[in-house]
Each structure stands twice: as structure tokens, then as C-alpha cells.
T-cell receptor, first 112, second 115 residues
């Protein structure tokens, strides 16, 4: 039973355009959502998070949108840069025990 | 501040052996979590330790165990290794800030290959 789903295993976007990575979840007991970026041979790096009481959080080129009614969140990267090519993991924290559950990741390719 | 460190970075073992992986969290962090990453399953939570106590546990068999020491360093042990245990094992530490969210900082991982 996958509680955090990233349905697109990969995504290709032209440099300079907007990258939109999507994530769906099933458990309404998640109170925090996080995005991580991972390069090969490195551990994931925290990017941005959003509390379940908000619907948008922005940090530079990265914006996360949360739609609680649809149980959906998305990460927008604009403009996309070559260094953004990586695997992006969506994660959610369970309110009752602080356990963090990850999606399987989406590989983002930024095309020149 | 130094980041999360994991040793060794690479390890090759044979089936039936056991292995111990080590993780040193960021100074001041008291929570250490372990994850297994495989191509097909993504990141899967193994367990979390806080102040030397296991707080959470994922759905892994009892062959996977861990512990945390008083200096917050943590070890993970896998006994009777199976081929399917080949994976990248990631350790993450966090400060436990409930207000701003539980941001975890990951180490580079230990790549375990079981032959």
C-alpha cells in the first residue's frame, strides 16, 4: 500500500522552461510534506517543505503547491537549469508518529 | 557544521554473512533514521532512533537491526545477508524541530552488494 505516489518515473524539460513534478498521497494524517533532490552517488538533499495548513510555499526558483482536497502536491521549478537534472523524491510526515514516507522518485532531465 | 557521515561507502559481502554500517549524525542532532534505496522500491524506511531508543520501525524482517549510542552515532546491522539486500543504505539525521518540520539531512549512503 503506497501512501505517497509519484506516478511519473521520469520527466524531460527544456532548459529555461518550467518543471512540474507531481505527487499524490492517500493518508489524510500527513501533516508535513517535503521534497528532496538526489544526485547519483549522493544522499538526498532537502529542497523545500510545506505544512498541511498551507497551500503554497516558495523558495527562490522552487515553489510547492498543496491541494488537500485532491491529496495532491506539486513542485514547480522555474526557470529550469541543467543542474536541476536529478531524482526528486516527494515525502510526507505522519502526524501520529513523525514517520516520514517517501515516494519512489521522479527523474528529471533538463534538456539543453 | 560537518554533514552526516557514513562508513564504509562501499561494501561487498556474500550470502549468509552479516554486515554492520555506521552513521555519524550532524552535531546536535539526536534523531537518526535509516533507509534502504533500491531501483524498484525507491526509499524505504527502516527505523528511527532518538536518544538511544528505537522510536519507529518500518516493515523489514528481524535480520535488520540497529542501535544508537550516547553520542547519537548509530549502527545498522543486517544478519544472514540475502541477494535482495543489495542496495544503497542511507542514514539521515534531524534536529527534531516540530515547528518548522522534521527536515532530515542525509549522508552519502553505503552501497552494499551481496554476491
Amino acid at each position: 500500500d503506497q501512501q505517497v505516489k509519484q506516478n511519473s518515473p521520469s520527466l524531460s524539460v527544456q532548459e529555461g522552461r518550467i518543471s512540474i513534478l507531481n505527487c499524490d498521497y492517500t493518508n489524510s494524517m500527513f501533516d508535513y510534506f517535503l521534497w528532496y533532490k538526489k544526485y547519483p552517488a549522493e544522499g538526498p538533499t532537502f529542497l523545500i517543505s510545506i505544512s498541511s495548513i498551507k497551500d503554497k510555499n516558495e523558495d527562490g526558483r522552487f515553489t510547492v503547491f498543496l491541494n488537500k482536497s485532491a491529496k495532491h502536491l506539486s513542485l514547480h521549478i522555474v526557470p529550469s537549469q541543467p543542474g536541476d537534472s536529478a531524482v526528486y523524491f516527494c515525502a510526507a510526515r505522519l502526524r501520529r508518529d513523525d514517520k516520514i514516507i517517501f515516494g519512489k522518485g521522479t527523474r528529471l532531465h533538463i534538456l539543453p | 557544521k560537518a554533514g552526516v557521515t557514513q562508513t564504509p561507502r562501499y561494501l561487498i559481502k556474500t550470502r549468509g554473512q552479516q554486515v554492520t554500517l555506521s552513521c555519524s549524525p550532524i552535531s546536535g542532532h539526536r534523531s537518526v533514521s535509516w533507509y534502504q534505496q533500491t531501483p524498484g522500491q525507491g526509499l524505504q524506511f527502516l527505523f528511527e532512533y532518538f536518544s538511544e531508543t528505537q522510536r519507529n520501525k518500518g516493515n523489514f524482517p528481524g535480520r535488520f537491526s540497529g542501535r544508537q549510542f550516547s553520542n547519537s552515532r548509530s549502527e545498522m546491522n543486517v544478519s544472514t545477508l540475502e541477494l535482495g539486500d543489495s542496495a544503497l543504505y542511507l542514514c539521515a539525521s534531524s534536529f527534531r524541530d516540530r515547528v518548522s518540520g522534521d527536515t532530515q539531512y542525509f549522508g552519502p549512503g553505503t552501497r552494499l552488494t551481496v554476491l
